[in-house]
């Protein structure tokens, strides 16, 4: 049996981590010790790392309820699961889209900036006008913000 202090350690989890997710309904109540101390076993071990990995690859908390449902029905099939992760995969691709997209107009700012002073920087003037950002964003790729 491990107090939540190694549970957290042994999952690489914090201990309000560790609350919260028991608050949430994702970790069940643990044990008591007969100081009220909380107590885990190897299954909840798993299940927290189990989420841990879940969240170190995006994954909502809902998602991961989801999962974890289905993990406790191994006879299942594992449809369900596969939909849940192409979700993922699709809210991930979104992201790096919009990534990529930001990178490029950081980029940009950079290039066209003046390295002069302040009145003549591109870099301030495209964050404190951002109509003007939009509107060079609508002229580059011919589409809305």
Known sequence: MLTI???GQAAGVKVP???YYEQIGLLPEPERSAGNQRLYGAKARERLAFIRHARDLG???DAIRD???LSDSPSQSCA???VIATQQLVAVKERITRLTA???E???MITQCAKGTIADCRVIEVLSD????AQDHQARTGQGV
């Open 5 to 7: 202090g190694k549970l």
């Open 17 to 19: 981590t560790i609350r």
């Open 59 to 61: 994954f909502p908390l």
């Open 67 to 69: 999962l974890l449902s």
């Open 80 to 82: 369900a699961a596969d």
């Open 102 to 104: 930001l990178q490029a």
């Open 106 to 108: 950081l980029e940009r």
């Open 130 to 133: 951002h109509g003007l950002c």
